[in-house]
T-cell receptor, first 111, second 114 residues
Framework: DGGITQSPKYLFRKEGQNVTLSCEQN?????MYWYRQDPGQGLRLIYY???????QKGDIAEGYSVSREKKESFPLTVTSAQKNPTAFYLC??????????FGEGSRLTVL | AQSVTQPDIHITVSEGASLELRCNYS??????LFWYVQSPGQGLQLLLK??????LVQGIKGFEAEFKRSQSSFNLRKPSGHWSDPAEYFC????????????FGRGTSLIVHP
């Protein structure tokens, strides 16, 4: 089945550590997105990529980094510079128009 | 810039009663409009979408939405709430051309009482 796979589903991090969240899609979509979700705040865009080897900052990119070396993959690194990283992270993809297809999410908790 | 407002943080209905979740958008041209549903700890699933044509669109799980250009609204409705409907519902707007970045509302939490 085609879809988006995020891993891990749950992740714990100590302060000062970088962590990387994986996002893989087999939908052959050009565009991929990372969103952060906090209670009562909806979805906030972190980064997006419309094509391989190119990506753009979203509204809350500080403290995060991404890469897009392959069409299928768009990993997100939460760096130690992100002051409040505990959140639910959602990866999505699209053809560049139309609806977004979402993964099941990754919940990051800082200890 | 496009924007989406979901004025209701929570909506509570009785099982079997009709329900309506409101969505207002701001965009200069004809937008692409979406409703998504999210169960706790899960990703978002598309309920329905409007691109053009008939302004009343049908979706999954018995939901429908009506696009009203004059009111800049795209409200989600269901004739009879079901015990399986409680979830977070998000309205989103997208636009053709340039970078395709759909904008999401803050969500409405639906509660269904037995």
């Amino acid at each position: 089945d085609g879809g988006i796979t995020q891993s891990p589903k749950y992740l714990f991090r100590k302060e000062g550590q970088n962590v990387t969240l994986s996002c893989e899609q087999n939908l052959n979509h050009d565009a991929m997105y990372w969103y952060r979700q906090d209670p009562g705040q909806g979805l906030r865009l972190i980064y997006y990529s419309q094509i391989v080897n190119d990506f753009q900052k979203g509204d809350i990119a500080e403290g995060y980094s991404v890469s897009r070396e392959k069409k299928e993959s768009f990993p997100l690194t939460v760096t130690s510079a992100q002051k409040n990283p505990t959140a639910f992270y959602l990866c999505a993809s699209s053809t560049g128009i139309g609806e977004l297809f979402f993964g099941e999410g990754s919940r990051l908790t800082v200890l | 810039a496009q924007s989406v407002t979901q004025p209701d943080i929570h909506i509570t209905v009785s099982e079997g009663a009709s329900l309506e979740l409101r969505c207002n958008y701001s965009y200069g041209a004809t937008p692409y409009l979406f409703w998504y549903v999210q169960s706790p700890g899960q990703g978002l699933q598309l309920l329905l979408k409007y691109f053009s044509g008939d302004t009343l669109v049908q979706g999954i799980k018995g939901f429908e939405a009506e696009f009203k250009r004059s009111q800049s609204s795209f409200n989600l409705r269901k004739p009879s709430g079901h015990w399986s409907d409680p979830a977070e519902y998000f309205c989103a707007v997208g636009a053709e051309g340039g970078s395709y970045i759909p904008t999401f509302g803050r969500g409405t939490s639906l509660i269904v009482h037995p």
